[in-house]
């Protein structure tokens, strides 16, 4: 593989670009000096805060499940970074629009504009014991790319926090700090191996330089840490002293079940409660050897995603 396949004036295409990964990954891009990204989603408030943190971005709000002018903003493009998923949500049909129909279409607009090359963004689940409308969609999602005849290579990220992270460890930092006790399924010993974003953009930036030839990385947070464990430490780098409460995990689930009911985007389901117990394991690849990338300490990183005043205190909606 040679470097720098992708120069800093070239055009480069984000779907999905205004969640969680595609807000860390235009940071990230920023920062390396590239300055021509196209940012594709279908969210308008969380696409009005990319462009207010970037103005010099071009932001295209679009549903890439339908088509339509949005296409058009792929030519010309030396590379596609693949950002789009539907994580969460309480109806199949949604996963299926999002993860598969939406994914198609991307495809479609690569091949009729000659992309050369295109980055996908997997997930772990592929590889998990779970058996869910985010799961089983992910890997559909991947063999859609996997079979495109498409240049590509394929990231595959644990657990995922950091900056402007609406759901997740984001979601429950901010839960913290409202309610007076913390409840906890069960004993909380499962196992996370949880990945900072702005390490995985690092990681994501490489693939698109190096364009590895339909390549598969695993990409594993380096600290496999429990969920208890993970709130015990967000509480203390917030300063934080909910008190840690732990009930029984089927009472924890029929509340989960109950808040979905009166909730139109639940921020954790009673799916993801299976996924979190599933006791998955996941190895990856070391990613200094591969990306040249050396993780930040869990601790450091969860104090940089939280407390940081650069991005902590921009929030996206769910």
Partial sequence: MQDDRIRHHDRIVLTGAAGLVGQNLVVELGRQGYTQLVAIDKHARNLDV???????????????????????????????????????????????????????????????????????????VVNSVADDDYTRTKKTQETIVVESGLRHGVLRPTLMFGWFDPKHLGWLARFMEKVPVFPIPGDGRYLRQPLYERDFCRCIVHCMRTQPESAVYDVCGDTPIDYVDIIRTIKRVKGLKTPLVHIPVGLFRGLLRLYALFSRKPPFTADQLDALMAGDRFSGVDTREVFGVEQMPFEDAVRESYCDERYAHVLLER
């Fill in 50 to 124: 990319l462009r207010a943190l970037h103005p010099d971005v071009t932001a295209i709000e679009a549903d890439l499940a339908e088509p339509g002018p949005w296409q058009d903003a792929f030519a010309g493009a030396a590379c596609v970074v693949q950002l789009h998923a539907q994580i969460t949500g309480k109806y199949p049909e949604e996963f299926v629009r999002n993860n598969e129909q939406a994914t198609r279409r991307v495809i479609d607009a690569c091949r009729v504009h000659g992309v050369p090359y295109l980055v996908h963004i997997s997930s772990s």
